[in-house]
């Protein structure tokens, strides 16, 4: 029979006792549906609360089940302990006991972001060959935003300026398109086995236009967020001075065939999303024409509405088509820049949501591209060097370990882009729902004109339609009824 510590502490917490926050905890800790928590992971939980190391210490001995893990009973009893002693009540193996049924109190842990990226460190320590994160925690890394910064007069060469932000560091820096080059030389020298995105290619100032200059400052947005979602590159030291101031060696036995069978992949996946980026691109380019071409309509008819009459009894015969047309043109002229500011703004929602979505992925599998170019480059040299110096068996060792770490390295930089996959998937989910709502907007929109075009006709044209109209009923042929 057990102690009575051991009956209450073992004794499972009634579901609706458990405050949804715990929840959310557990999921922080314990993703992809862990059942165990990690001892480390929960002592660093119990050092957010602030407590004094008495209070911990107590709180540990009542949950701890001497596995070297916790449960998620034990989890939520753990934070239930928390929430009590911060209240000022004594820890003790009775004092859940006074809850019943009510609600658990919610404890105080301060910012959970650094829990959830103590999370990922923790998970991939543990198992260094698997990459450990999802596509929403890649993203969750960071946000950065470039802007441009307007520029200044009076200088014949002007220097286009960027102001970055990143929510991670919660900074705003400014920085030059020279400032990304030296970044992008410094992170190739100190990783040159993962992937570095491509800058946008430099143009003098003076040939530089406007769309030019945007274009490039997405391709930087695009190479600034790959680079601070990494998992790896992210920690390095300087990429937090750019946003603020101012291995193991695991040789898997077919590593080499599954390098040269993922590179294959990548290939033709590039391949095929490049066709992706270009169709979206088309799609996004034929809304913005089909917005210019309203403007055109409305302001045509405007023209024709405005129109002096000079028509006579001679020229006209008595016929009074003209002149009913132009009032038509008058009320119906308005109705089509509603439909150009609808198509441009879908325009522009199709190019951030769709087309730069895909953008962003295609930098990611170019700068996979090279690097396994850098790799082989780096081989070649290796054996191209061994051939000529036979007699250093301790480098031939060390080229070997360097070769086995570098194809650990892509070993994870392949994970990685397996993880930015999902891209794709949002990208679609975001084409198909922008599509929908655009062709529903615009039918709607031409919907409404369909009076005003009724009441320009003449009687004679309007009979001859209905006259031409289904037997269904439908007095319209091009609108019918619902």
Not at 318 to 332: A, C, D, M, Y
Not at 378 to 385: P, T, V
Request: overall charge neutral.
């Amino acid at each position: 029979m057990l102690p009575k510590k051991d009956k209450t502490m073992a004794a499972d917490l009634t579901s609706g006792s458990v405050p949804h926050f715990y929840r959310d905890i557990y999921d922080i800790l314990c993703p992809d549906q862990q059942t165990q928590l990690d001892q480390d992971m929960f002592i660093k939980l119990l050092m957010k609360s602030s407590l004094p190391k008495e209070t911990l210490t107590r709180i540990w001995e009542l949950v701890d089940c001497h596995h070297g893990y916790l449960t998620r009973s034990g989890v939520y009893k753990a934070l239930a302990l928390i929430a009590v002693s911060q209240q000022g009540k004594p820890v003790n193996d009775v004092v859940l006991q006074n809850f019943g049924c009510q609600e658990l109190p919610r404890p105080s842990l301060g910012d959970l972001s650094d829990l959830k990226a103590l999370s990922v460190r923790l998970r991939r320590e543990k198992n260094p060959t698997r990459l450990s994160m999802s596509y929403r925690e890649v993203c969750s890394r960071d946000i950065i935003k470039v802007t441009l910064i307007p520029k200044k007069k009076g200088l014949i060469l002007k220097h286009v300026e960027y102001e970055v932000s990143s929510q991670r560091f919660n900074s705003v820096v400014q920085r030059r398109y020279n400032d990304f080059v030296v970044l992008h030389e410094m992170l190739l020298h100190r990783f040159p086995y993962r992937m570095i995105p491509q800058l946008p290619p430099k143009k003098l100032v003076k040939t530089a236009d406007a769309h030019f200059i945007e274009e490039r400052r997405k391709a930087l947005k695009r190479f600034l967020t790959l680079v601070v979602r990494h998992p790896n590159i992210s920690e390095d030291p300087l990429i937090h001075f750019f946003l603020t101031f101012l291995g193991r060696e695991l040789d898997p036995l077919d590593t080499p065939t599954q390098s040269r069978l993922a590179r294959d992949l990548m290939k033709h996946v590039h391949s095929s999303v490049s066709k992706l980026r270009d169709a979206a691109d088309s799609i996004k380019e034929q809304t913005l024409e089909g917005a210019v071409d309203m403007l055109t309509f409305g302001r045509e008819l405007s023209w024709l509405a405005d129109m002096a009459n000079t028509d006579s009894e001679w020229s006209s015969g008595g016929n009074e088509t003209w002149n009913h047309l132009k009032k038509g043109f008058k009320s119906l002229h308005p109705m089509f820049p509603p439909i150009s500011n609808a198509l441009a703004e879908h325009s522009k929602q199709e190019d951030e949501d769709v087309v730069e979505k895909l953008n962003l992925f295609l930098d990611l599998l170019s700068a996979y591209k090279e690097l396994h170019d850098r790799y082989d480059n780096s081989i070649n040299k290796m054996k191209r060097k061994s051939s000529s110096d036979l007699s250093a068996p301790q480098e031939g060792e060390q080229q070997e370990r360097r070769k086995h770490f570098a194809l650990h390295c892509i070993s994870m930089e392949t994970q990685l882009v397996h993880c930015y996959m999902n891209i794709v998937g949002e990208m679609l989910h975001s084409l198909i729902e922008l599509e929908t709502i655009k062709h529903y907007k615009i039918y709607e929109l031409w919907k409404n004109m369909h009076p005003m075009v009724e009441n320009m006709n003449s009687a004679d044209v309007v009979e001859e339609r209905l006259g031409s109209a289904s037997p269904t009923g439908n007095k319209s042929p091009y609108f019918p009824s619902k």
